[in-house]
């Protein structure tokens, strides 16, 4: 398993760093993800991909985090949807295409952006995506069409188009 891991790691970190905003951060969350998952892998459902099962560990302890710091705040409690509306992206630190892509994908509203996120730059299907994020798969369809929309628009606005 630890090699598979290892294999994630930029596929893990990419999606970190769309939750977290930025490097240090999603660092400590792929971190903390691979090691939850080196530590429960016997409860691993060998019907499901590795990825998967890691990229949904990822999400859920970034949940936690968001919860903890909450109530560190003095905020109290965080449900899942509220959550959602602290998820955000960032742009990608290789391609400069790519960085574009991924700075109209940040300013998308987060439920969408990490919905497009995981099914058009990971490869997710919709259900997998559905399973990640723990939403129903018609939910995942139309954050994606809602979000190429934006997305349609924005370069729409850019192009003068």
Same mark, same amino acid.
């Given at each position: 398993?630890?090699? $598979?891991?290892?294999?994630? /790691?930029?596929?893990?970190?990419r999606f970190a760093v769309s939750l977290?905003?930025?490097g240090p951060d999603a660092d400590d969350l792929? !971190?903390?993800?691979?090691?939850?998952?080196? *530590?429960?892998? %016997?409860?691993?459902?060998?019907? !499901?991909?590795?990825?998967?099962w890691v990229f949904r560990i990822l999400r859920n302890h970034w949940i936690s985090e968001l919860r903890k710091r909450q109530v560190r /705040?003095?905020?109290?409690?965080?449900d899942v949807h509220e959550t959602e509306e /602290?998820?955000?992206?960032?742009? *990608? $630190?290789?391609?400069l295409a790519a960085r574009q892509v991924m700075g109209r994908l940040a300013g998308l509203p987060p439920a969408f952006s990490s919905a497009l996120l995981l099914v058009a730059v990971?490869? &997710?299907? &919709?259900?997998?995506?559905? $399973?990640?994020?723990?939403?129903?798969?018609?939910?995942?369809?139309?954050?994606?069409?809602?979000?190429? *929309?934006? /997305?349609?628009? %924005?370069?729409?606005?850019v192009g003068g188009v």
């Amino acid at each position: 398993m630890q090699s $598979e891991l290892v294999s994630l /790691l930029p596929r893990l970190r990419r999606f970190a760093v769309s939750l977290t905003r930025n490097g240090p951060d999603a660092d400590d969350l792929v !971190q903390e993800a691979c090691i939850k998952a080196m *530590a429960n892998a %016997q409860d691993w459902d060998r019907s !499901q991909t590795l990825d998967r099962w890691v990229f949904r560990i990822l999400r859920n302890h970034w949940i936690s985090e968001l919860r903890k710091r909450q109530v560190r /705040l003095g905020q109290g409690h965080v449900d899942v949807h509220e959550t959602e509306e /602290l998820i955000t992206t960032t742009t *990608a $630190e290789h391609d400069l295409a790519a960085r574009q892509v991924m700075g109209r994908l940040a300013g998308l509203p987060p439920a969408f952006s990490s919905a497009l996120l995981l099914v058009a730059v990971e490869g &997710y299907s &919709y259900k997998e995506a559905a $399973e990640i994020l723990g939403i129903p798969q018609g939910t995942v369809m139309s954050r994606i069409s809602r979000a190429r *929309a934006l /997305l349609a628009d %924005q370069l729409s606005l850019v192009g003068g188009v």
